[in-house]
């Protein structure tokens, strides 16, 4: 059975880089399901950051420009990378994996559903 | 993005009462997820595909609905099922949830 289980810093100053990592145990990220990240707070819900299938990315484009997201499958590691952070990023951090879903070319890209979760961890802003 | 609005925000019940929560999107949408959250966890995806119950969901959950209005039903109430639910569409960039429905018992 999969698991996940995110880490990082829980205290990230304002404008700094927020770096998490979610170690996947119980299956192997580079098989056939894409992984993503999500986060959650009281302000905005439960939000989609984005998601990874081998190469392909694809984020939200409210926070397109700050974010990506990489694979270590030697590690068998997803890894979400924020920069300029600011107080509205405080939140709780959601690693999940993934259904790919099919584009218009065929290709398998990252998918919209999310199958299963990490704990989550709480990643607070503030200087 | 697809705005996805459950009502009610809140909700209490009784141990065997039956209840409904809506979610209605903001445009004609195809797939729809319903999820369980429970406090200091993360959420469970409970429903897929409007209807399809996940392996190991109890039958008294289902799920209905088209186009842009959805339905989850759980029927008789059991303790474990006070939790917070939130409904999702798969069928749009970027994909987008509701903002919860809290179940409190009675």
């Known amino acids: 059975q999969v698991q996940l289980q995110e880490s990082g810093p829980g205290l990230v100053k304002p404008s700094e880089t927020l770096s998490l990592t979610c170690a996947v145990s119980?299956?192997?990220?580079?098989?056939?399901?894409?992984w993503g990240w999500l986060r959650q707070s009281p302000g905005k819900g439960l939000e989609w950051i984005g998601g990874?299938?081998?190469?392909?990315?694809?984020?939200n484009p409210s926070l397109k420009n700050r974010v990506a997201i990489s694979l270590d499958t030697s590690a068998n590691h997803v890894y979400l990378k924020m920069t300029s952070v600011t107080a509205a990023d405080t939140a709780v951090y959601f690693c999940?994996?993934?259904?790919?879903?099919?584009?218009?070319f065929g290709e398998g890209v990252p998918g919209y559903r999310f199958d299963d979760w990490g704990q989550g961890t709480l990643v607070t802003v503030s200087s | 993005d697809i705005q996805m609005t459950q009502s009610p925000n809140s909700l209490s019940a009784s141990v065997g009462d039956r209840v409904t929560i809506t979610c209605r999107a903001s445009?004609?949408?195809?797939?729809l997820e319903w999820y369980q959250q429970k406090p200091g966890k993360a959420p469970k995806l409970l429903i897929d595909?409007?209807?399809h119950l996940r392996s190991g969901v109890p039958s008294r959950f289902s799920g209905s609905g088209s186009g842009t209005d959805f339905i989850l039903t759980i029927t008789s109430l059991q303790p474990e099922d006070f939790a917070t639910y939130y409904c999702q569409q798969s069928s749009f960039y970027p994909p987008t949830f509701g903002h919860g429905t809290r179940l409190d018992i009675k």
């Open positions: 445009h004609p949408i195809i797939s």
């Open positions: 999940a994996r993934v259904p790919l879903r099919v584009n218009d």
């Open positions: 119980g299956y192997s990220i580079s098989s056939g399901y894409s």
């Open positions: 595909g409007i209807s």
């Open positions: 990874i299938y081998s190469g392909a990315t694809s984020y």
